[in-house]
């Protein structure tokens, strides 16, 4: 309703559209679930171990097959040439090699950015600056069906809203609730 510093706070999306009023009708749910920002760490530390052992054994399957995978190498980037024998096994090892670890550095990324987003919302959540890191406890999460008056015409939008409920050596960590998503229809 036109506080832009409030929704930024408040809200880790934008409303689609340009509200002219709203009207909470219904409670859709209300849940908690355990805190998932350690689990998403520890994702992320796995797909890092993942990666970084599929790197020591390629580089060493490199290292032992260096001047036949030169060779193999240069052929293939001279156009379509078809190895057989020896030449054809090792063209395939380090082919699905080279596919094992676009795999573990997608698997990575995408590892990476979801504990990034989580934190971000944590820190959003919580009121203070402490170490989300160290915390445990537990996100409550609600999702409402509200009604939105646009242009004249009252949509309904499900808003999914997330609060952090957290503590460290026994301190309960202050947090506000944080609009997470959005979405037109019921």
Known sequence: MGDAASVAALSAVAFPETPEAWNLETVLSDRREPFPLPALERAVEEATAARDRHFHEFTAFRIEN?????????????????????????????????????LLEETLREARQEAESELALVRRSLLSEADSSKREGEV????????VAVQGQEKPYRFTLKKYLLSAGGEEARSRWVITDIRAGH
């Open 140 to 147: 409550w999460i609600r999702e409402r069906l509200v009604e």
């Open 66 to 102: 260096v001047e036949e995978l030169k060779a193999i190498l240069a052929a293939a980037a001279r156009s379509g040439t078809k190895f057989t024998g020896r030449r054809a096994e090792l063209y395939l090892a380090f082919e699905k090699h080279r596919e094992e670890r676009r």
